[in-house]
Each structure stands twice: as structure tokens, then as C-alpha cells.
């Protein structure tokens, strides 16, 4: 149990996806504009990042390893990851219309959302258990939650600010992240 | 065998993945009005947004689902609303043509450059520059951002001055965002009287510095019949609802800042 929540949490703070390991950091910039979109899209990643491991995991220990077939990883889990991205998207045309034309193409880049394929690789890489994976998507997840949320307000702060002309836009909100990502260096080495 | 199992095993992923997201696909299908598909067909598809809302699909939407205008699409113009109008089944909208014009006719032959600007050949860096290379600062610079973005190809630098030519405007707007000094507005093809000026120096001033520029003096003014024609900032401005395009303003003007640009306009009907 312990050692789950060190998972959990070293996955949400100290390696955390976006600001420690810098990956997806295409939606991070894209959809952190407004603090309802960039929750949205937050859930969305976590969801799909938990049910990409849920079956990635069995393929993996399943189907590939007796075959001897480790190599294959990389293609089946891509495309298990579409799959779930594609559901996903159906379904938030269905329920929540206004969620799914306000994320936009990010929705669909999720696909490619390298964030989603590290969590998985990385799980089979750490040797963890069924349970221990999970967990560690659940992070991940949360993690990329709250990198999008926490810069979401930085950016709303960003926009009453008085930046000189040459850094408006991408280069002040790249500073920005730099920054935030500096911050949570301040977590490593808690769980170790 | 080596190379059967994992072809099998991909093949049998795909599968399951496909089946599974057609069954996704038939759970929560969404009914979409087939009428927004149609319009967003009768559309030009230039999204350039003159009609106010994101993009062409964008307007489609809004026409059929929020009760939007029909007759807002502007490079579509008349073509366009009828379609529209036919697809929804309601009486189609008068549609006004509009066409952009370039207010400063500050060509090379009436005024010269203050200096050489040697940096990007972009109006908005050369604005950014001391104001502008233009002895006046409210001219057009000539560098065409205007011709870049416009979609018609209905801009050109004529002797250093952009001329919009109405036949192929589309009056989307695009020109006007653009133009650093902001001399583009949109206005009703059919009024087609134009001061062709903008500069808010006073008349001594724009007189040293062009030799077409409006210089303030409300001859215009007086002489408009309508009311049509008012001087704000040392420069006539035309309201083209009022204006009854008599062409008296243009006989009158000592300068001759005021422009008839009828030619133009009987063409496109």
C-alpha cells in the first residue's frame, strides 16, 4: 500500500510528465488557455492513459512476451492508444458537445500525445505489477492535470500583465513554463 | 512462422480495435442536421470570417441551429445567400455589394519617402520603424501586406499606393486588419464616391507633404446637398448611408482628394 502511494505521487510531483520529463508538452501549451478546457483535457489524458495501460499491460505479458515479440511494443500500443482516443472523442461529441469543440484538434493529438506512450512503455520498463501500473497511469495522469491546471492560472495572470513586445506570446508563455518547471524541482528527491 | 504471428497479431489487434470503434460509433452516434453540411458546401470556403463568426463551417452552424443571417457571407455575396436561402427554404436577403477601398492616393508621383528603409520589406516593420518611411505618416506604404493577404487577388501596388480592383473584392475585410495605418475600410459598391485621403495632419502639413491629400478646407462639406460628407480630423470622411453619390464633392475639391470610382462599380453589376 505504501509503496503505491509513492508511485502515485513521485508519478504526480517529482516525475511529473510534462514539467519533469517534458513530455506532451503540445497540449500543455495549447489547451492550458482557460481553466475549464485545460481540466477537460486533463481528465480526458487520464482517462485514456488509465485504460491504454489496463490493456497494454495484458498485451504486453499476454501476448507478446511468450511470442518473443517485446519489440512490437511500440506499434500495439499506438494502436491501442488511437483506439481509446477515438472513443473517447465519440463519446464527448455525444455528451458533452461544448467540451469537445473547445479542446479542438488537441482532442485528436491526444493520439499522439507521447505522455500517453511513455506511461505505458515506461510501466513495462519499470517492471511494475497489474496494480502498480495502474497507479502509475493514475499519476501521470493527475500530473498532467495539474501541470495544465496550475499554468492555466499563470496564463490568466499572463494576460493582464505588461510583457515588453518581443516576448508576447508563445516566447513569454515558454518562459512561463520554464519556470513552473523549475518549481517543481523542489519535489525531487522527496520519495527517494 | 516467424513472420505470421506478428502480422497475425497486429492484423487481429487492428480488427478488434475496428469492430470495437464501430460499435462505439453506433452507441453514441450524434444526430447532425444535414442542412449545416449543405450550406457549409454553398459556402466559398475562404473562412475568412467577414460574416463574424470563426470560419465557414463555423457561420453554417450558426444560420441553421442560432437563426444567424443569411446574406453575411460577403465573398459569397448574392450567389451565396440565394443557396442558402433555398437550402433553409426562406425568402432569400437582399445582399448590398460591398467592396474595400484604399483611402490615400500618396503615389510616387505626389509625395517621397523621408528616408530608405532597408530592413523586412513589410508595411507593419516599416510602421514600427519611426512611423513609417512616407514623408506622411497616415499614407499607404506600398509594401503590400494588403496584396499578400487578400484571398481575391483583388489588391495591387499601383505607382506605390494599393488599389483594390471591386470586380473581384470579396469584401471579407482581411485588408483592412492588416494595413498598419489602417487606410482600408469596407463600403457599398454602389456609393462610389471615395476620399481617397487620411491623413489627420492639418492642411499645411499634408500640403507639404502630399500633394493629393485632403486638406481640410470643408468645401466638400458645404457643398453636399445630403449632409453626406462631415471633415473630422483634417480629412473628409463620406457616410455612405446619407450619400447619394451626385458627384458634387468631387467637382468641387481644389485638391482633387475626392475620387469617383464609378467605372469600377457599373462593371461588377
Do not use: W
Not at chain 2, 470570417?49 to 452552424?61: E, H, P, W
Not at chain 2, 530592413?119 to 494588403?146: E, H, P
Request: glycine fraction near 8%.
Amino acid at each position: 500500500m505504501k509503496s503505491l502511494l509513492i508511485i502515485l505521487l513521485s508519478a504526480m510531483l517529482t516525475d511529473n510528465f510534462v514539467l519533469a520529463k517534458f513530455m506532451g508538452i503540445c497540449p500543455f501549451l495549447g489547451v492550458s488557455k482557460k481553466l475549464d478546457s485545460a481540466s477537460g483535457m486533463g481528465i480526458a489524458v487520464t482517462f485514456v492513459m488509465i485504460c491504454a495501460t489496463m490493456v497494454t499491460y495484458p498485451i504486453h505479458h499476454g501476448i507478446l512476451v511468450p511470442n518473443g515479440l517485446e519489440y512490437f511494443d511500440t506499434v500495439v500500443f499506438i494502436l491501442v492508444i488511437a483506439l481509446f482516443v477515438q472513443l473517447v472523442e465519440t463519446m464527448l461529441k455525444k455528451c458533452i458537445p461544448s467540451l469537445y469543440s473547445s479542446l479542438g484538434v488537441y482532442l485528436p493529438l491526444i493520439t499522439t500525445n507521447c505522455a500517453v506512450l511513455g506511461v505505458t512503455v515506461l510501466n513495462i520498463d519499470n517492471n511494475y505489477s497489474f496494480i502498480q501500473s495502474i497507479v502509475n497511469a493514475l499519476g501521470a495522469g493527475l500530473g498532467f492535470m495539474l501541470a495544465l491546471v496550475i499554468f492555466s492560472g499563470v496564463r490568466k495572470k499572463m494576460e493582464y500583465a505588461d510583457i515588453p513586445e518581443t516576448f508576447k506570446g508563445v516566447p513569454a508563455t515558454l518562459i512561463a513554463a520554464s519556470i513552473v518547471s523549475v518549481s517543481f524541482m523542489g519535489f525531487s528527491g522527496l520519495f527517494s | 512462422m516467424t513472420y505470421l504471428i506478428p502480422i497475425i497479431i497486429l492484423a487481429g489487434c487492428g480488427l478488434l480495435a475496428g469492430v470495437l470503434l464501430t460499435i462505439a460509433a453506433k452507441v453514441f452516434y450524434v444526430k447532425t442536421d444535414e442542412r449545416v453540411a449543405k450550406i457549409s458546401e454553398a459556402l466559398p470556403q475562404a473562412n475568412c470570417g467577414a460574416c463574424g463568426f470563426a470560419g465557414c463551417s463555423d457561420y453554417a452552424n450558426a444560420v441553421v441551429n442560432s437563426g444567424a443571417a443569411t446574406n453575411l457571407c460577403r465573398p459569397g455575396g448574392a450567389d451565396a445567400a440565394g443557396k442558402i436561402a433555398e437550402i433553409l427554404g426562406v425568402a432569400a436577403a437582399e445582399v448590398v455589394p460591398m467592396t474595400a477601398v484604399v483611402h490615400c492616393n500618396g503615389n510616387c508621383d505626389a509625395t517621397s519617402p523621408q528616408f530608405d528603409f532597408d530592413g523586412v520589406q513589410s508595411c507593419k516593420a516599416v510602421k514600427r520603424f519611426y512611423n513609417g518611411s512616407g514623408t506622411c505618416k497616415y499614407g499607404c506604404i506600398g509594401l503590400g501586406d494588403c496584396v499578400d493577404i487578400c484571398e481575391h487577388d483583388a489588391i495591387s501596388i499601383v505607382n506605390g499606393v494599393a488599389k483594390v480592383t471591386p470586380l473581384l473584392c470579396g469584401a471579407c475585410g482581411q485588408c483592412a486588419e492588416v494595413c498598419p495605418n489602417k487606410l482600408i475600410s469596407i463600403k457599398p459598391l454602389s456609393g462610389h464616391v471615395d476620399v481617397l485621403c487620411s491623413s489627420k495632419d492639418n492642411g499645411k502639413i499634408t500640403k507639404q507633404s502630399c500633394s493629393n491629400g485632403c486638406i481640410g478646407c470643408k468645401m466638400c462639406e458645404k457643398k453636399c446637398a445630403s449632409e453626406a460628407i462631415k471633415v473630422i480630423d483634417f480629412h473628409a470622411v463620406i457616410d455612405y448611408n446619407k450619400c447619394i453619390s451626385c458627384g458634387e464633392c468631387v467637382k468641387v475639391c481644389p485638391v482633387k482628394a475626392i475620387h469617383s470610382c464609378m467605372v469600377a462599380a457599373e462593371q461588377k453589376d
